[in-house]
């Protein structure tokens, strides 16, 4: 592959975030392939300080293919797991079936294993492309609660702007401190993601409660969906609900609700793309579950 590289006059470069122009040049593939900007991510604090980005630029510094690894541990029945998840796969229409992609997931692929990470992740609408490297996909479960009995409200809750550095700082603050919403399977750290989710989706609401959880959920006067909770605690379905004084039709948990204290029956989720997993605690994962799409990546 470097022979074909050279021979298109295409450059690799790995680790390459803080080079501000090529990662420009990535913010640019992802808009013209994906029509997302990631580049909002700058007023958070840029991109995921973990990532291990490998890419092909062109002789005038365009980004024409990519691939990212980056460290998410989560939690697996209980047991925390060095997992990596990969994002940002994209290679230019002109540049395609040349056999970029395959490499540039092999190198990826090669450094996580080199480093440890035992289980990776990744999210896509083309299974087939990852199955012949040993993914194999989890379906997900939406959890629909029964309504539980409100309480009186003990802990204020107050709506938070991603736009006001105060706001901003109490939720970075929860999510570097935040316990896995679930024991089951949840993602133990993962910031720039959550937020960034945040921000493409103007629907999704943030509430802190007693500035010891934010709340990540969505509501359209029928059904609640509750996305996320990044909190030092983890409060019951009950205590959510009581404080954001919402009583719903339906209530749907995007994430698994083991410790929520909660009654549930499970759905299939049918989302645009599927979870797939591989590695050696992949095999760990077992019984329903799901992502949140606060950690959607
Ligand atoms: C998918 C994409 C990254 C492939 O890039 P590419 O450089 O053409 O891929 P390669 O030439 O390296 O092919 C790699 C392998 O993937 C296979 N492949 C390519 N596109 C595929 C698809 N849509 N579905 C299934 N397999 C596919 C190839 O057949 C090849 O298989 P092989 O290794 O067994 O020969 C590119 O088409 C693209 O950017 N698409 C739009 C964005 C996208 O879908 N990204 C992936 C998000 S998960």
């Not at 083309?126 to 996909?137: I, Q, T, V």
């Not at 609401?205 to 010891?212: E, K, M, N, P, V």
């Not at 989720?269 to 019984?287: S, W």
Request: glycine share 8%.
């Amino acid at each position: 592959m470097p022979e074909l590289a050279q021979a298109h006059g295409l450059t690799l470069r790995q680790d390459y975030f803080g080079d501000l122009t090529a990662w420009k040049g990535l913010v640019d593939l992802l808009q013209d392939t994906f029509s997302i900007d990631v580049d909002l991510q700058a007023s958070f604090g840029g991109p995921d300080p973990t990532s291990m980005p490998f890419g092909y630029f062109d002789g005038d510094g365009r980004c024409v293919a990519n691939f990212t690894a980056f460290s998410m541990p989560v939690i697996v029945n209980g047991r925390s797991v060095k997992a990596a998840g990969y994002q940002s796969g994209a290679v230019r229409p002109e540049w395609r079936e040349r056999g970029l992609y395959r490499d540039l997931m092999q190198r990826a692929f090669e450094r996580t294993a080199a480093e440890g990470y035992e289980l990776d992740l990744l999210l896509t609408d083309k299974p087939a492309l990852y199955e012949r490297y040993g993914f194999r996909s989890l379906p997900q479960h939406i959890s629909v609660a029964r309504m539980p009995k409100l309480e009186r409200s003990g802990s204020t809750a107050r709506r938070l702007s991603l736009e006001a550095p105060e706001d901003l700082l109490l939720i970075k603050t929860l999510l570097q401190n935040r316990q896995p919403v679930s024991t089951r399977f949840a993602v133990i750290r993962q910031m720039e993601m959550f937020l960034l989710n945040a921000c493409f989706n103007p629907a999704i609401r943030l509430t802190t409660l007693g500035d010891a959880a934010v709340v990540a959920w969505t509501f359209d006067g029928a059904t609640f969906w509750l996305l996320d909770i990044a909190g030092t605690t983890i409060p019951s379905l009950a205590t959510i609900l009581s404080a954001l004084d919402v009583e719903p039709d339906r209530i749907e948990i995007c994430f698994s609700p083991d410790r929520l204290d909660c009654e549930v029956s499970l759905e299939p989720y049918e989302g645009y793309t599927m979870l797939m997993v591989r590695g050696k605690a992949a095999d760990d994962i077992a019984g329903p579950l799901m992502l949140s799409p606060m950690a959607e990546f």
